[in-house]
């Protein structure tokens, strides 16, 4: 079965800190996919990356890096440099190559103070 | 731009109503999906849609049901709203065409209160 666990419920860090948020996974499955969504106080998830489970290069973008380690089932995102408008709910989510749903984490909120 | 709407932010009823629910998106995409949000619980998949009149499952239909009677469009519909279904709802729709697995696109959400 797939799951998708997020340990940290809130996270609260000073702008210009870094901050790191986990995702730890569970699947059988040898191909899947990996996301992370982003929810601003406006309420629209927003897509932020989907990685496959063949490709463990870690990707940046901008103040934005993401870590995947199928040794440890973990593809945890780093915010450089935090700006407010960076807090947020964060979710996690995968998706087994056999089907099209996706199963999401419950969330970690950050929040950034200035 | 790509576009997920949904027909209404904010919706209030009584117990035993019938609610309507819809999504519309404008990206041609296949696949069509409800959630709902609750604090604690993150995202959970009430039903989804690969094709027009096609519907499926997902981790929680009880209470629910869903209408694709075109591609664009999907709805979901609680056919006697009870107090427990009090919740953030969400709309999301993905392309098949592109390869599988693809990135959601999210409407606002709709935030029901059944009183």
């Known amino acids: 079965a797939q799951k998708v666990t997020q340990a940290q419920t809130e996270i609260s860090v000073v702008e210009k800190e870094d901050v790191t948020l986990d995702c730890v996974y569970e699947t059988r499955d040898t191909t899947y996919y990996l996301f992370w969504y982003k929810q601003p106080p406006s309420g629209e998830l927003v897509f932020l990356i989907r990685?496959?489970?063949?490709?463990?290069q870690n990707e940046i973008s901008g103040r934005y890096s993401w870590n995947f380690q199928k040794s440890t089932s973990s593809f945890n995102f780093t915010i450089t440099a935090s700006q407010v408008v960076d807090s947020a709910v964060y979710f996690c989510a995968l998706s087994e190559a056999s089907h099209d749903k996706i199963i999401f984490g419950k969330g970690t909120r950050l929040h950034i103070l200035p | 731009d790509v576009k997920v709407t949904q027909s209404s932010r904010y919706l209030v009823k009584r117990t035993g109503e019938k609610v309507f629910l819809e999504c519309v998106q404008d990206m041609d995409h296949e696949n069509m999906f409800w959630y709902r949000q609750d604090p604690g619980l993150g995202l959970r998949l009430i039903y989804f849609s690969y094709d027009v009149k096609m519907k499926e499952k997902g981790d929680i239909p009880e209470g629910y049901s869903v209408s694709r009677e075109k591609k664009e469009r999907f709805s979901l519909i609680l056919e006697s709203a009870s107090t427990n279904q009090t919740s953030m709802y969400l709309c999301?729709?993905?392309?098949?065409?592109?390869?599988?697995?693809?990135?959601?696109?999210f409407g606002p959400g709709t935030r029901l209160t059944v009183l």
């Open positions: 990685r496959n489970s063949f490709d463990e």
């Open positions: 999301a729709s993905s392309s098949a065409r592109e390869g599988p697995n693809n990135e959601q696109f």
